[in-house]
């Protein structure tokens, strides 16, 4: 059975698309605001598991829908 793209990868996009977009304007204001300070390490730190927690769980559910339509 051949899903249609508006089924399948419409939501997928709309969720990291619009949710990405929300995240990265946070980070932006965070930034922008002088709350992230350079020069902490726990600061760069946690900025760098925020990006790659977003980045991890986009490609796990990529991933879960490629296995579940069969790809």
Do not use: E, Q
């Not at 730190?45 to 790809?71: K, V």
């Amino acid at each position: 059975m051949d899903l249609p793209f508006d089924r399948v990868w419409l939501p997928y996009i709309y969720l990291y698309g619009v949710g990405g977009l929300c995240f990265f304007s946070g980070i932006l204001l965070v930034v922008k605001s002088g709350a992230l300070d350079w020069h902490r390490r726990r600061h760069r730190r946690w900025l760098g598991i925020l990006i790659f927690g977003f980045c991890w769980y986009a490609a796990i559910h990529g991933l879960g829908t490629l296995a579940a339509i069969n790809l």
